[in-house]
């Protein structure tokens, strides 16, 4: 990736996560979510990852956040007049923030720096399907039954009455 | 790079501005004079140009818009300002861009150079088109949002329900497609059809899939929002719905988007059932009879016989929808979210099943 559209865009997502945590309208908050989110896409896109950047969009930017603005809409919440959080909080929460950014950067930094090659047609579906359904099929279940549940436990909760 | 740039800045002024928007055009004066002759009246014939009516070509294609652009753009005290300005940009850029995979051609030869008729040659051209759909949602709830109008508010709310409703059954039509054809990629789709069944009968997508055609075909209506999916507008009981609060060219900005989708619903239908470009019986060297006779044709004549058949296989799945639209009655909402629900999407889930098992059986797909 060109290293100057790499800053430009880093610099835009980090603004968009940013707005959703610094802005007092919820629903630009959640507008700046899906910036965040297709950002990282963008990113994915980048990577040669084509699959995974375009279901991040389907399945966050266009489902799972427009959710979220439907629940906003429907409950009518309006702009916070005052900060919500607490001195403490903020602290508690910017001092989390730095030590994870930290640790990451730690991370990142001993982390070996000669990436292997990248494999003819990576990203591609077809590859990317075939590691799915054979060397990660068993995780790949897990988590669609973890969704089953999750599914059959809204139905419970939504349900008024249980006949 | 700046013959690139130029090449793909090329096809896009020829695939928006010379095929999409003058079937959008077609459209909205399909809209205006079939809805007349439907409903048995004279309609669309109060402008006129030096005496010329023109069957109400000239008052919808050019009063239409010239008075659209020249009314006063009212924006209401109490909206959000910024929300209010961007959400008919956001509901019609995704529709717009979403055509970038459409491919209106083979390949054609320019001094040497090959170039593709498709904008953008994706690998994963359904996602790509699932991606865009999926975001013209903002544009919708965010108009309802920002208007401060508490109908608009209730369209926006009902539009986003209703479009997360039927993307599902939508997406769900398109697993099936893609498991016919063993890729995502719509050229590949498209070069897929060009054969012929028992030497005249053309191998369309529709012969293979018709139940995935029938639930994209509604699944995509709804997601127009339009007539009998227009909950979200509903005038007889929201005004306008979602653009009460919209006047002047933000207006005709929702308007538009509401018949580029319908373009692009005529697109999909047409690129995944209905052969895209592939006339029967013309390949790249010319064209075969059923007889068997062979006609030479140069390469770029082939390419212009193609785009025009894309074109009017577009107009014909617009009309299709117009002719729907002012046929119908509106849905009640719970019947919109009975048919999506428990109509559309168990359908197209059985439909994918009989899908998988029928390639298994055959051995096809991509292996």
């Known amino acids: 990736v060109n290293p100057i559209l790499f800053l430009v865009l880093a610099a835009l997502t980090i603004a968009s996560a940013l707005v959703v945590v610094l802005h ?41 956040v427009v959710l979220f603005l439907f629940v906003i809409m429907l409950l009518n919440l309006q702009e916070e007049p005052e900060a919500l959080a607490t001195t403490t909080m903020v602290a508690v929460a910017t001092g989390g923030g730095v030590a994870l950014a930290g640790m990451v950067t730690l991370g990142v930094a001993r982390a070996p720096l000669a990436t292997p090659a990248l494999a003819q047609g990576f990203g591609a579906t077809a590859p990317l399907a075939e590691r799915l359904f054979t060397a990660y099929l068993l995780p790949f279940e897990l988590t669609s039954i973890l969704l089953l549940v999750a599914i059959v436990g809204a139905v419970v909760i939504g349900k008024r009455h249980l006949s | 790079v700046g013959l690139e740039i130029a090449i793909v800045t090329g096809k896009v002024v020829f695939l928006l501005l010379l095929l999409v928007l003058q079937v959008v055009a077609l459209g909205v004066f399909f809209e205006r004079k079939v809805s007349a002759v439907i409903q048995d009246r004279i309609g669309a014939n109060r402008a006129a140009i030096f005496g010329f009516v023109g069957f109400g070509l000239i008052n919808t294609l050019v009063a239409d818009p010239v008075k659209f652009l020249l009314k006063e753009d009212v924006v209401p005290d109490g909206v959000d300002r910024r929300l209010h300005f961007w959400a008919p940009i956001l509901g019609l850029m995704p529709a717009l861009v979403a055509f970038a995979v459409i491919p209106f051609g083979d390949v054609i030869e320019i001094g040497g150079r090959t170039i593709a008729l498709q904008v953008a040659g994706l690998d994963v051209g359904v996602l790509f088109v699932l991606a865009m759909t999926s975001l013209g949602v903002y544009g919708v709830v965010l108009a309802g949002w920002a208007s401060n109008n508490r109908w608009s508010l209730l369209g926006g709310i009902r539009g986003s329900a209703q479009m997360i409703s039927y993307e599902i059954a ?56 339009r007539i009998p999916f227009d909950l979200p507008e509903s005038e007889s009981e929201l005004i306008s719905g979602y653009f009460t609060e919209y006047s002047g060219a933000k207006h005709l900005m929702f308007m538009m988007s509401d018949f580029v989708e319908v373009v692009l619903i005529a697109a999909l239908v047409t690129t995944f059932f209905f052969g895209g470009w592939q006339v029967p019986g013309l390949d790249n060297g010319g064209f075969t009879t059923p007889w068997g006779t062979h006609l030479a044709l140069p390469s770029l004549v082939v390419a212009l016989v193609r785009v025009i058949a894309l074109g009017l296989k577009l107009v014909f799945f ?24 428990k109509g559309l999407l168990p359908l197209a889930l059985a439909n994918v099943m009989l899908t998988a098992c029928a390639v298994l059986w055959v051995g096809g797909g991509s292996q």
Do not use: N
């Open chain 2, 170 to 225: 939508m997406g769900l039509a398109l697993v099936a497609v893609v498991l016919t054809y063993g890729t995502l990629d719509l050229q590949e789709m498209v070069k897929d059809q060009g054969g012929l069944i028992f030497g005249w009968l053309p191998a369309w997508g529709i012969l293979y899939q018709p139940i995935a055609f029938v639930v994209l075909m509604v699944a995509g209506i709804a997601e127009s929002k």
């Open chain 1, 24 to 64: 007092r309208s919820p629903v630009y908050s959640a507008l700046g979510l899906v910036g965040t989110l297709g950002m990282i896409a963008v990113f994915f896109l980048g990577l040669d990852a084509h699959v995974v950047g375009f279901l991040q969009i389907i399945v966050y930017a266009g489902a799972i």
């Open chain 2, 318 to 341: 617009t009309l299709l929808q117009i002719i729907i639209r002012w046929t119908l009655p509106r849905f009640r909402y719970d019947q919109l979210m009975r048919l999506g629900w």
